[in-house]
């Protein structure tokens, strides 16, 4: 098994942080949510799953060998969206992202450089629920973890000895980059072990259209901040735009 991830407390400086993601792909990082907040998002979410039967179903997973996962509740946005808020808000969180995917870049228009920032946006929000009997995914590129993997080349195969697990203390967050070969642990715990149920909240890299999948009325509710992190306005560099407007300003979302 490789050696385990780094865990680097919240309150440490972000450098230091951004520094071990980078050597390997991927930290955890505890003391990610206040007790408060932990609580407040669990709440939240609990109603959701509630009437909802949760099973082991197949899904197929990245077009490799379907795997054994429960169900998921997707569209965090449209669900929780106050806790949603305040997590995206998070220092550390808007410091991880600005850092690895606002890409600074210039072009020319004409003889003038322009220079530009391509920003990033939210994308796919979800809760996954870790029942008893729940099985592995596949390795493919949060729980699971190969760190370094995120340096190799196209042309080598993860083997699951590479992996090392990520256990973490509730509230603590699991990054990794998009190219770190990563999968969902499973759950051996008894059906009758009243710590059995492990329940993830995930924010992943653009899968899911979270403008689409939030109701309007919610959507008028969001600060502007995470309104322009949902995909409501153009990006800095002009792309998503609808008839060369804002889709903010197609939805009359002012209302």
Known sequence: ?????????????????????????????SNFLSPDLLK??????????????????????????????????????????????????LSVWKSIMAHFLNDEFSFHTGETLVPQKSGY???STATLRLIPGAKPQPLHRATAVIPGSHLWG??????????????????SALFTLGSTYHGAGEN???HTDPEALRTLIAVFAPDQDEVLSTPIEIARKLPED???????????????Y???QHPIEMMDISQ
């Open 188 to 190: 051996k715990c008894e």
């Open 154 to 171: 196209a042309d080598r195969a993860p083997k699951k000895e590479e992996c090392t697990y990520a256990e973490m203390e509730p509230g």
């Open 40 to 89: 407040e998002t669990m709440d939240a979410i609990e109603p959701h799953f509630k009437g909802r039967k949760i099973t082991i179903q197949k899904l197929p997973t990245m077009n490799l060998v379907p795997s054994s996962f429960p169900r998921d509740l997707s569209s965090l946005l449209s669900k929780i969206p106050v806790q949603l808020t305040k997590i995206v808000r």
């Open 121 to 123: 946006m939210l994308a």
């Open 226 to 240: 995470v309104l322009r992190l949902a995909g409501y306005y153009k990006a800095v560099s002009g792309v998503g």
């Open 242 to 244: 609808v008839q060369d």
């Open 1 to 29: 098994m490789a050696p385990p991830l780094v865990t680097i407390d919240a309150a440490e400086p972000i450098e230091k942080i951004i520094e071990i993601i980078e050597k390997d792909g991927g930290v955890i990082i």
